[in-house]
Structures are given as structure tokens and as C-alpha cells.
């Protein structure tokens, strides 16, 4: 028994330091740190991924009282992977090389089903279908950099409070302005 429950943990594995500790309220909204492609010290990508969690907070306390909004800190940026979050969660992926950035959007319906990815700033093609807590910089090519400069301007705040409030609700989201979930190409 005791090497059975030995085994079972070393296949479990440590939850990392990236995880949430928290899944939320069943009627919240976990807001999860931005995903940052590649890690970095830059302090001009930390502050724009302070911003851009600022910004996705205020979204969510537009859809739920802010009291059941869930906001994690660096780096908790994924729900646990046995059941996921009991809420739908935010979050953006930030990838950035050379002063130019791509930023998609983030929406993760509760329990452990796929996010739903939109492009916010540059442009990406997705190679594969993302699935729970896979990461999304490893299912997408991105095609063209913007401005990091830029990435805020492009951000609108509507698609997220509306994206949330269709996850709440049980809705599509793909029918929101603003939210063109990026889907697999078709491969010939």
C-alpha cells in the first residue's frame, strides 16, 4: 500500500509554483497572472503584464461583485490541473522579442475544459488545438510583432466582460464582437 501511494505521488508531481492556489467561487472570476513569452526581467514587460491584470480585474468586477474576483499573483498563472478553477478564469498570454509584442486573450471556462484564445495585438496562426492548461505559445506561430508600445491601445475591455459574462451564463462565446477565437489551420 505504501508503495502505491509513494508511486501515485511521484506521478502527481509537485504542483509548480505557476499553479493558482486558489479555484475561486463557484459564482467569481479567478484572474490568473499573464502568461510572459519568454520569462523575462524586463521591466517594461513586468509593468505592461501589471497593467494588463489591472485591466482584466477590472473586467471581471464588472461581470461579479469585486468581492468574488479572484486575482492571483506572479506567477500563478494556470488552475490546478485535477479539477481546474470552480469559476471561469481571465488571463492573457504576453509574447514579446525584440521591443515588439503579440498579446492574446485568455478566457477559461470552469473545471478543466480548453480556453478560448483571441488575438488582442500582432497577428498569430494556431497550428493545433489548445487544450486545458496547455501552454498557448507552444500551439501558435505568431506571424507579425506590434509595438509593445501599442498592445495596450488595442485592448478592449468589452470582449472580456462580455466573453465572462457568456462563460457565467453558459453561452458561446464566438458569436462576441471583439473575441475571434483563433482556431487550428487546416492541415493539407
Known amino acids: 500500500m505504501i508503495g502505491w501511494i509513494v508511486a501515485s505521488l511521484a506521478l502527481a508531481g509537485p504542483q509548480g509554483d505557476e ?37 482584466l480585474y477590472a473586467a471581471a468586477a464588472k461581470v461579479v461583485p469585486y468581492r468574488r474576483v479572484d ?12 479539477d481546474g478553477c470552480r469559476a471561469p478564469a481571465v488571463s492573457v498570454m504576453i509574447g514579446h522579442r525584440e521591443g515588439g509584442c503579440v498579446m492574446l486573450g485568455l478566457l477559461h471556462p470552469p473545471g478543466t475544459q480548453a480556453p478560448i484564445a483571441f488575438t488582442i495585438a500582432g497577428k498569430v496562426e494556431q497550428i493545433e488545438a489548445l487544450g486545458f492548461r496547455d501552454p498557448p505559445e507552444r500551439s501558435v506561430v505568431v ?13 478592449q475591455e468589452s470582449a472580456f466582460v462580455e466573453g465572462l459574462r457568456a462563460l457565467i451564463e453558459g453561452r458561446s462565446v464566438t458569436e462576441i464582437e471583439g473575441i475571434e477565437p483563433i482556431s487550428p489551420r487546416a492541415v493539407r
Open 19 to 55: 499553479v493558482s492556489r486558489s479555484r475561486g467561487s463557484s459564482r467569481g472570476v479567478v484572474v490568473l497572472w499573464p502568461r510572459v513569452v519568454p520569462e523575462t526581467d524586463d521591466p517594461s514587460i513586468r509593468d505592461l503584464a501589471d497593467r494588463m491584470q489591472d485591466r
Open 71 to 82: 486575482v492571483r499573483p506572479a506567477p500563478e498563472r494556470v488552475c490546478p490541473r485535477e
Open 143 to 155: 506571424r507579425e510583432f506590434t509595438s509593445c508600445a501599442y498592445v495596450e491601445a488595442t485592448y
